[in-house]
């Protein structure tokens, strides 16, 4: 069974750290375009930071540059977002996203989802909460 599997979100309290999961079961991640995405209540989906298979340099949305990291375990199958210098504006569920096109950039794998697009797999969720 293909899935994708998050883990790390949780409670922290602003200017905290917390390192996000998202292990891969059935399929081979480093031949997929991965991506990071968040949805708060009442608000559309938005992607925080895409990694294409093709030139494999990390895209961050703006609000997040800086401060978030995404990065590639190849060999354990995981990807990771870690998260330093947390904001209130940053709580929302995360998803990550995995994808065998072959988007020319980062950005455009996060455009491309941002405008509807769908992807093969999506992981289930995780919330993040930041707050005092």
């Known amino acids: 069974q293909v899935q994708l599997v998050e883990s790390g979100g949780g409670l922290v309290q602003p200017g905290g750290s917390l390192r996000l999961s998202c292990a891969a079961q059935g399929l081979t991640l480093d031949s997929y375009a991965v991506g990071w995405f968040r949805q708060a209540p009442g608000k559309s989906r938005e992607g925080v930071s895409c990694?294409?298979?093709?030139?494999?340099?990390?895209y961050y949305t703006d609000s997040v540059k800086g401060r978030f990291t995404t990065s590639r375990d190849n060999a354990n199958n995981i990807v990771y977002l870690q998260m330093n210098s947390l904001k209130p504006e940053d709580k929302a569920v995360y998803y990550c996203?995995?994808?065998?096109?072959?988007?020319?950039?980062?950005?455009?794998?996060?455009?491309?989802?941002?405008?509807?697009?769908?992807?093969?797999?999506w992981g289930q969720g995780t919330q993040v909460t930041v707050s005092s």
């Open positions: 996203a995995a994808d065998r096109y072959a988007y020319s950039t980062s950005k455009a794998m996060c455009v491309s989802l941002d405008l509807g697009a769908h992807p093969d797999y």
């Open positions: 990694i294409s298979s093709s030139d494999g340099i990390p």
